[in-house]
């Protein structure tokens, strides 16, 4: 290798890592909120600010109605703020996470989970019709997810 050719590339080693944020550094630019599956990678991604709510709805598995998971975007991670379900049968707990009682709302029941969850894991059913709820808008995770295939949601 020529003396020009090492000293570039030093030179363009030397920029690649003053221009690389390390591990604890701020975030550039938007937030994303992203899905992905271990074997194939993103398979949805879209800007969230902080603070910003979604939701996460699904069938019940064994209840068989539709239970809504309420999410905001924090950073590096996801809070979730509670669960709204039309079913409330055998194996529920009386009260929420916190400890507060569960509340009867024109749209079922609301339970409060405040939680932070670095990565939220999930495992695809195409029967459970998994749909997360962005900006107004459905999408349909469950047809862009295998089914049986697990997936993750994150802010990153």
């Given at each position: 290798?020529?003396?020009?050719?090492?000293?570039?590339?030093?030179?363009?080693?030397?920029?690649?890592?003053?221009?690389?944020?390390?591990?604890?550094?701020?975030?550039?630019?938007?937030?994303?909120?992203?899905?992905?599956?271990?074997?194939?990678?993103?398979?949805?991604?879209?800007?969230?600010?902080?603070?910003?709510?979604?939701?996460?709805?699904?069938?019940?598995?064994?209840?068989?109605?539709?239970?809504?998971h309420h999410y905001t975007?924090?950073?590096?991670?996801?809070?979730?703020?509670g669960s709204t379900f039309?079913?409330?049968?055998?194996?529920?707990?009386?009260?929420?996470?916190?400890?507060?009682?569960?509340?009867?709302?024109?749209?079922?029941?609301?339970?409060?989970?405040?939680?932070?969850?670095?990565?939220?894991?999930?495992?695809?059913?195409?029967?459970?019709?998994?749909?997360?709820?962005?900006?107004?808008?459905?999408?349909?995770?469950?047809?862009?997810?295998?089914?049986?295939?697990?997936?993750?949601?994150?802010?990153?």
């Amino acid at each position: 290798m020529s003396r020009f050719t090492r000293r570039t590339a030093a030179l363009l080693v030397l920029l690649l890592m003053a221009t690389t944020p390390g591990p604890g550094a701020a975030r550039r630019g938007p937030a994303l909120l992203e899905v992905r599956t271990v074997g194939r990678g993103v398979v949805w991604q879209a800007p969230i600010a902080d603070g910003e709510r979604f939701e996460l709805t699904f069938t019940h598995s064994v209840e068989h109605s539709r239970w809504i998971h309420h999410y905001t975007a924090v950073p590096g991670a996801v809070a979730q703020i509670g669960s709204t379900f039309t079913a409330f049968g055998a194996g529920m707990p009386p009260t929420a996470s916190d400890g507060a009682p569960l509340v009867r709302t024109a749209h079922g029941y609301f339970a409060a989970a405040p939680m932070r969850i670095p990565v939220l894991r999930m495992l695809n059913s195409r029967a459970a019709e998994v749909t997360l709820g962005y900006r107004g808008r459905p999408v349909a995770l469950g047809l862009l997810v295998d089914d049986f295939e697990a997936f993750e949601i994150r802010v990153r």
